[in-house]
């Protein structure tokens, strides 16, 4: 079955970059999507098509993708971007379509 | 305001059944499809199963298909899953989400299914 893989955690400083990872052989022909999941919390998108940002969703979150690997940037982060954060896309080589998430990454800011 | 709520969650025996609902409002829930998305405890979101918003297609993820069933009743703007030959591996909060093309912007608050003995 279809996989994508993200890092378990990524930790950063205030102010610093955040860069988390997502890796599936697919990504060259599908988009990618993030969420953002706080504890206790539904996830909310955070970038949908690879690079597009939702209203309300602040600048500092960005996303791009080359080849089989989609990143997700969090430019600045802040305390409050401390969350699990999944990559999503698509799948249908077994003919029908699978919507696939990666394992999550926890991004601590500190 | 887009709502979903979904209800219906709760304990059961491995083998046992159980119906979630998930009323929605705030939009015209007959023009899109939903699906179920869920989360162990502890653990990462896992897609579970997509109805199309005139019931025409469903599927399933692998680990659910021949047990779930998906459907929906437009009329009551009403999404449904019912779980049949539960098993311990399926204790997951379990979440509608309305479906905006292979991403979700709107979910429901979740419905916890424990399965154990």
């Known amino acids: 079955s279809y996989e994508l893989t993200q890092p378990p955690s990524v930790s950063v400083s205030p102010g610093q970059t955040a860069r988390i990872t997502c890796s599936g052989d697919?990504?060259?022909?599908?988009?990618a999507y993030w969420y953002q999941q706080k504890s206790g919390q539904a996830p909310v998108l955070v970038i949908y098509?690879?690079?597009k940002r939702p209203s309300g969703i602040p600048e500092r979150f960005s996303g791009s993708s080359s080849g089989t690997m989609a990143t997700l940037t969090i430019s600045g982060a802040q305390v409050e971007d401390e969350a699990d954060y999944y990559c999503s896309s698509t799948d249908s080589s077994s003919g029908n379509p699978n919507w696939v998430f990666g394992g999550g990454t926890k991004l601590t800011v500190l | 305001e887009v709502q979903l709520v979904e209800s219906g969650g709760g304990f059961v025996q491995p083998g046992g059944s159980l119906r979630l609902s998930c009323v929605a409002s705030?939009?015209?829930?007959?023009?899109?499809?939903m699906n179920w998305v869920r989360q162990a405890p502890g653990k990462g979101l896992e897609w579970v199963s997509y109805i199309s918003s005139t019931s025409s297609s469903t599927y399933y993820a692998d680990s659910v298909k021949g047990r779930f069933t998906i459907s929906r009743d437009n009329a009551q703007n009403s999404l449904f899953l019912q779980m049949n030959s539960l098993r311990v591996e399926d204790t997951a909060v379990y979440y509608c989400?309305?479906?905006?093309?292979?991403?979700?912007?709107?979910w429901g608050q979740g419905a916890l299914v424990t399965v154990s003995s």
């Open positions: 098509e690879d690079i």
């Open positions: 705030g939009f015209t829930f007959n023009i899109y499809s």
């Open positions: 989400a309305r479906d905006e093309g292979d991403y979700y912007v709107h």
């Open positions: 697919a990504l060259p022909k599908k988009y």
